[in-house]
Every structure is written in C-alpha cells, then in structure tokens.
C-alpha cells in the first residue's frame, strides 16, 4: 500500500471511529480501549493518537508481511552504528560469552539470560522486511527466541503496560507496547540468513520488531524493563526518536 493510500484510510479510519462527535469522542475511546501512546495529551497531539489507535484498531493481530526465501536480499544494507562502546567491547570477548540479556521491572522472577540460554529456550524465525524512515530496506530471515517467550519466563505482572530496551550503546533504547511485545514475529533476535548475527546487524542480541520502522529495532540489546510508566525512562517520551521528530509509534 502506497503512503498516502495508507494515510488516507488511516484518515476514514480516524472519521469512521471519531463520527460526528469529532476526535475528542475518538481520543475517549482510544484511552477507553487503551490504545493511548505514552504522552497523548502532551507534544504527540491528537494527531499521533489517533494514528496509533487507528493502526491498533485495525492491525493489532495482524502479522507483518513474510516474504519467500528466493526474496531475501543479496547484499543486505547496514545502516551504519556508533563505533563499539567499552561496554560492548568487553562483552564481546570469547565469542560473547558473558552477554547477558536482563530482564526486571513488572515481572516475578526478575533474572538475565545468556545467548546460549536464549538459543536454547526457543527459535523462530521470520522473512521480513527491515524499513529505514530515511527510505530504503531490505528483506532478510530473522530467526531469535520469541519476546513474549522471555517474558513468559519473566513472569509478566498485570499491570505491564510496555517493554523498554536497552543497549550497550546509552543513545539507543526504545518502547513497544504489550501488544507488540507479545506479538509472535518480535524477536530478541540472535541469528539472521542461517547464521550467527552479523555484528554490523546487532550481533550478538537484537530487537526485532518487523511490525514497527527500523529504528525500534535496537541492536546490541543487553537490558528489557517491563513498566507501567514510560515517564520514567531518559525524557520521558518512551525513546529518544521523538526528541528528533520521529513517532514513539512508528507502525507500517
Ligand atoms: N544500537 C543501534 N541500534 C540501531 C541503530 C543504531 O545506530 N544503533 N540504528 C537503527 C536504525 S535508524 C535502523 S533503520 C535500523 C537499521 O537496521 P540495519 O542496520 O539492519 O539496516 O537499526 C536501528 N537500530
Ligand atoms: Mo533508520
């Protein structure tokens, strides 16, 4: 679907939901059926909110399109990543043995998994297409444990509202919602095209969130916090993207 195809039925949407009582009567629903994006009322603007609502509407059980292996790109682009930080370095020694992946917040059973812990405890994988907002993208086979696995294992608590993920690089962090979360294509994603994850591809453990922009995809994941609050974390805006002008949400 074309952009502006794409916009426009997100526009019927947004009239269909808000009918003539106009969008104050949709924004009532949207928090009703919370399908608010963090900071609604604040610099996102009805706008944002009606999008994520919308798209949550229509797509929340929807999976993100999976293409055929003869697909797969020949020649993958890595958007280019920071320079590796001390942190990263020393993780990455023996074949990222000491990589951890911890996992604590609204859980029972806060804990930290190792690579091999993750590659033992489940695999999927999925052909998908990884979109950069500045316009190109590629398709590879993404193949990890399942993020709501991890999270099962955590144990999530009731009242768990977003996941937010950590890397070794303190620039680059991110938030999905619990839907998303629990969403069977996202990954904490460790291998790609029948191999180990290239390390200019987010090796050893990366975030895999096809239903979402690039951008929510963090690579070199080493931390997930189950919240209730997204206020809490760096300005409060669930990631650093909306600081430049991205969507927290960033659905396609
Ligand atoms: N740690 C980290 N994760 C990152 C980035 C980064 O620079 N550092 N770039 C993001 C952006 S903007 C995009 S579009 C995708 C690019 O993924 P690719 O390198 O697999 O193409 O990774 C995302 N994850
Ligand atoms: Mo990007």
Sequence with gaps: MSLITRRRMITGGVAA??????????????????????????????????????QKVLTRHTPAREFARSMISAEPFANPVAPPTELYKKLSLNNFRDWRLSVDGLVARPGSFSVSDLKSMAKSSHITETTCEEGWSYVAEWIGTPLYKVLDEAGILPQA????????????????????????????????????????????????????????SVKYITHLTVTDDLKKFGRGLGSPEPEFGYAWYAGI
């Design 161 to 216: 509202k977003y996941v937010v993920y950590f890397s070794t690089d303190p620039d680059w962090w991110d938030s999905i919602d619990m839907s998303d979360a629990l969403h069977p294509q996202t990954l904490v994603s460790w291998g790609m095209n029948d191999g180990d994850l290239p390390v200019k591809f987010g090796g050893p453990l990366r975030m895999r969130v096809p239903k979402q922009l690039g951008y929510k």
């Design 17 to 54: 939901v808000a009918g003539v009582g106009g969008l104050a009567v949709a924004a009532r629903l949207a928090r009703r059926y919370g399908l608010v994006p963090p900071d609604d009322g604040g610099i996102y603007g009805p706008g944002e909110t009606m999008n994520y609502a919308v």
